[in-house]
């Protein structure tokens, strides 16, 4: 298996999955949640810059941790590697990459996708499986973000994860021990 980027495993502990905590040192952040197609939108790649431009990042990582056609294909992790000023037409070309002998593009076939930047400072970790995304960062570039629109992008906290899974999950109730772990996870910022 080819090893997680470093700048990827300073923010994220590449084997775990949601609804645990995917954070390095979560004490230290507070959480906000979105919809994994939150991914392939307009917003996505503006929401990272702008991430990377607030905590001074010379440039934005990304990681595929798992993918759909891992077992077929092999293990091999695609990653990102883009200044913050790339336009987004650069992000859009690495999620529209198919590996070789498959073909399905990254966007489809990444199961599980974590972004950060130099300073692995903040961090997005995507689960398509799940259709959650979690973003994690300190409290001054949480209030920042805040302060910035990011409602192009959606982002909830925790207390309104239920909302935003019921979707997924219709016409049953979201899974209450999923609430539960995702609470106990990803609880009031911890900042």
């Known amino acids: 298996m080819t090893p997680i980027p470093l700048d990827i495993s300073r923010r994220f502990l590449p084997e775990s999955r949601l609804p645990d905590q995917v954070f390095v040192g979560a004490h230290r952040l507070g959480f906000r949640f979105t919809d994994s197609a939150t991914l392939t939108s307009n917003d996505f790649w503006s929401f990272l ?5 607030i905590a001074n990042d010379a440039e934005v990582f990304g990681a595929v941790i798992d993918n759909a056609r891992q077992q077929v294909a092999g293990s091999r992790h695609r990653e990102l590697q883009l200044d913050p000023s ?8 690495w999620l529209d990459s198919a ?4 073909e399905l593009p990254l966007s489809v076939d990444a199961r599980v996708i974590a972004f950060t930047g130099t300073t692995a400072s903040w961090g997005v970790w995507i689960e398509q499986d799940r259709e959650l995304a979690v973003f994690g960062g300190g409290s001054m570039l949480l209030e920042h973000l805040e302060r910035a629109s990011t409602a192009d992008v959606g982002w909830v906290q925790s207390e309104e994860i239920e909302g935003l899974l019921a979707p997924s999950f219709y016409p049953e109730p979201v899974p209450r021990s999923l609430l539960s772990k995702l609470a106990s996870a990803y609880g009031p910022s911890q900042s």
Do not use: I
């Not at 810059?49 to 431009?53: H, I, K, N, Q, W």
């Not at 790339?86 to 070309?93: Q, V, W």
């Not at 590996?99 to 498959?102: D, N, P, Q, S, Y």
């Open 49 to 53: 810059t702008r991430c990377a431009v």
């Open 99 to 102: 590996r070789a002998g498959t």
């Open 86 to 93: 790339a336009t987004r037409e650069c992000y859009l070309d």
